[in-house]
């Protein structure tokens, strides 16, 4: 394998990585609830935001501590507040609440932050380069990549068991997966579902916290951050199978890779990853991994 293709594999994954973070929270909400969350990307703005804000003030550590469970909470009171009163509105209705959710924190933002870009610093800690040259013997002199982007795909992949561990192999997951199939019957057996989906949104939420914080500073934090990702995202949910979360990670591997291996065609590459995910629900119409029955 050459250098240069092991480096464009490794930038895919770490673009997989920040999409696969985004997704995780939206395929989540959008397989248990049914609900079409525009308002995703701007929770991840969100979590970028005070990242920079609280990383500048305390120290990243303390910043890795606060945000999830503060984008958490956001979420929690959101789907109280707004998100519960559209659970059995149509999709469109969902989709304008949500966009009007997000357009309304993306404005507020802007005007208390301004416009432009807010440069987001790595910590002592994550910045620098790693010598992969020196622990990888099959590549050709020295190879070096930016040691930030491999922290953040190692988080994903940390984030990612830890919520595949929670809804397989805890009780609260085996009701959430149960009430994706059918959460009537769970009402009848006297189990509090709206409960399990106000946490669950609220999960989601949160791994959107971790996606500001750890991609704010590979991204960079401006106030249409969220809706330059959200699309994105919501293609890998899809091409993924909607409420899969291997699905999911399936397919932000496969978009990462995709955006990698076409950089130096930018004009087209918008148009690769929507073309992938025509062949692919033309192929699979429930995406990847999709399950019968969820949302159906």
């Known amino acids: 394998m050459s250098n240069a293709v092991f480096l464009q594999l490794l930038t895919g994954l770490q673009l997989g990585a920040i999409y696969m ?9 959008f397989g248990t609830l049914g609900v079409v969350n525009f308002a995703h990307g701007a929770l991840f703005m969100l979590g970028a935001y005070l990242g920079v804000i609280i990383a500048g003030e305390t120290g990243f550590l303390l910043a890795i501590l606060l945000v999830p469970p503060l984008l958490f909470l956001i979420g929690l009171l ?9 659970y059995d509105r149509p999709h469109t209705d969902q989709i304008l609440v949500t966009f009007g959710i997000a357009i309304v924190v993306q404005e507020a933002l802007k005007w208390i932050f301004g416009a432009n870009n807010i440069p987001f610093p790595t910590p002592s800690w994550g910045s620098g380069v790693v010598m992969l040259h020196e622990y990888l013997p099959f590549l050709d002199g020295i190879v070096v990549y930016p ?3 491999l922290i953040l795909v190692v988080v994903s992949l940390v984030t990612v068991l830890a919520l595949f561990g929670l809804l397989q192999f805890t009780r ?16 009848f057996l006297g189990i509090n579902i709206e409960r ?9 939420a949160g791994i959107a916290g971790i996606a500001g914080l750890f991609g704010g500073p590979v991204t960079q934090v401006y106030p249409g951050i969220g809706m330059a990702y959200l699309v994105p995202s919501f293609l890998v949910v899809v091409i993924g199978g909607m409420g899969s979360v291997p699905g999911a990670v399936l397919a ?3 978009l990462g890779m995709a955006l990698s291996f076409s950089a130096e065609y930018s ?26 029955g969820v949302l159906e």
């Open 196 to 204: 399990r989906f106000a946490i669950v949104f609220g999960l989601g």
């Open 267 to 292: 004009n087209i590459q918008q148009i690769i990853i929507y073309l992938i995910a025509v062949i692919v629900l033309l192929v699979r119409p429930r995406g990847l991994l999709g399950k019968k």
């Open 78 to 86: 959101l789907e109280r507040g707004i998100i519960q009163h559209f």
């Open 172 to 187: 609260f997951g085996l009701v959430v997966r149960a009430g994706m199939r059918d959460s009537e019957i769970l009402r």
């Open 252 to 254: 932000a591997l496969l």
């Open 21 to 29: 973070l985004i997704a995780l929270g939206l395929t989540l909400i």
């Open 147 to 149: 040691q930030w982007r």
